[in-house]
């Protein structure tokens, strides 16, 4: 152990008389880095923790990309378009979709919705993962009403269950003698939670040909093609180049332009948050400049006596700056062990709740990122240094005679 090293170690742990007031300032100090850390970290672990929540949600309910026409219209010839592009090696799933707006009735209200037909033995996305009551089945039974899955905010406004009856009409056009609407009934096998509104409150799906009938669609007919793809990091690319291969009047999708305020809004928070918070961390670290000045001026008559006995300017500044990293080293592991705490508090018992309706989710998530510690670990480290850097070097340029004088 060096000369510098060993006395700042004393100085940090000292308990010298009538020096209480010294101990607590340089207590809240630890304290200041500590919260400050713990702030930062904790905020940066709910940022990742929403991000990561949103985007499996969007990426596991939704299509990666969606091929459609400009005017919004039918694919005329969808299986051929369909074999094309699922010649594409990044392509997990294609499948042509057939969707309508329709109106649907359950026991006691109507309401409107987007119908979508998908095929009978799955859709292309994750939606059996977020069904929450019932099943994904949108076989016919032996009534010979099809399947159909809902949203939850849906079912709560039709007050429906499982095996209830759904009765869907077109709404194209103006009803009529000569024009009355096309009827289907469809028996609910399965409800969904998203905790998306966008998502729970206005999506149906039912077996493709029981909606193209419904529509009056013939079988080589879709709305549009959707795909998801092997490798999540692809989607952008690959919408990039699969929209300059198709012709017109096809155009790709991506779920990033699709749901663009969504993704939008999470990168707000990821961007914001942690300059904010990072505030915190800034007012802790100077505030060791106020205590590493005290320490000096309660060190003053040693510091006079060290350069007395040969001590350097060097070996006086780096006393102090030790001692003030000592304070951050305090403070950031108290900080860290906070932050962890929280991470599995939140984790484990939800101790956060959140309006689903607003956030998407029933609570906060946490996703404590390692990068993330390195980074706050490095710049409190680096800012505590520099804000103990000024009183260390007064303190290195103390006269030895004036202080011994002083402090007779």
């Known amino acids: 152990m060096n000369f510098e090293w060993y006395l700042a170690k004393r100085y940090f742990k000292g308990k ?29 672990s709910v940022v990742h923790g929403f991000k990561s929540v949103i985007d499996n949600k969007v990426l596991g ?49 109507v309401t409107g919705t987007l119908l979508k037909g998908v095929d009978e033995q799955g859709d292309v996305t994750d939606i059996g993962n977020y069904i929450t009551r019932g099943t994904y089945d949108l076989s016919t039974d032996s009534t010979g009403r099809p399947g159909i899955i809902v949203g939850s905010k849906l079912a709560q406004t039709l007050n429906v269950d499982i095996n209830s009856t759904l009765t869907a009409y077109t709404v194209d056009g103006l009803p009529s003698p000569l024009s009355s609407p096309e009827i289907e009934q469809f028996r609910l096998s399965g409800i969904y939670q998203t905790g998306i509104g966008q998502f729970d409150d206005v999506l149906a799906l039912a077996a493709r040909p029981h ?63 942690p300059f904010v918070i990072a505030v915190m ?32 300017d060097k070996s006086i500044r780096g006393i102090f700056l030790l001692e003030g990293l ?8 108290i900080g860290i062990f906070l932050s962890l705490t929280f991470a599995w ?7 956060i709740p959140l309006s689903e309706q607003n956030y998407y989710m029933a609570y906060a998530p946490v996703e404590p990122h390692m990068l993330d510690f390195v980074l706050v670990t490095g710049v409190t480290l680096f ?24 402090g007779r």
């Open 61 to 109: 309910f939704a299509p990666h990309v969606t091929v459609s026409t400009f005017s919004g219209g039918t694919i005329n010839r969808a299986d051929t378009l369909l074999k094309e592009i699922d010649t594409y090696p990044e392509i997990g799933k294609a499948q042509a979709v057939i969707n309508g707006q329709t109106m649907i009735q359950g026991a006691d209200d």
């Open 211 to 273: 909606v193209q009938k419904f529509f009056l669609k013939s079988s080589e007919e879709a709305s549009a093609i959707e795909i998801t793809l092997k490798d999540h990091s692809q989607i952008e690319s690959f919408g990039e180049k699969l929209d300059s291969e198709l012709s017109y009047p096809y155009f790709a999708e991506t779920i990033y332009e699709r749901y663009s305020n969504i993704f939008a809004w999470v990168d707000l928070q990821e961007q914001t948050i």
């Open 281 to 312: 961390i800034i007012v802790a670290a100077f505030n060791l400049i106020g205590t590493v000045l005290m320490m000096v001026l309660e060190r003053t008559r040693d510091i006079g006596i060290l350069k007395t006995i040969g001590a350097s």
């Open 383 to 406: 800012l505590c240094a520099l804000a103990s850097w000024l009183p260390a070097r007064i303190a290195s340029k103390t006269d030895p005679l004036k202080v011994i004088a002083y």
């Open 16 to 44: 010298r008389k009538g020096s209480r007031f010294l101990s607590f300032i340089k207590v809240m100090a630890i304290t200041g880095v500590a919260v400050g850390s713990a702030g930062l970290l904790i905020a940066l």
């Open 345 to 351: 508090l939140q984790s484990t018992y939800h101790i």
């Open 326 to 333: 000592f304070v951050a080293v305090v403070g950031l592991i």
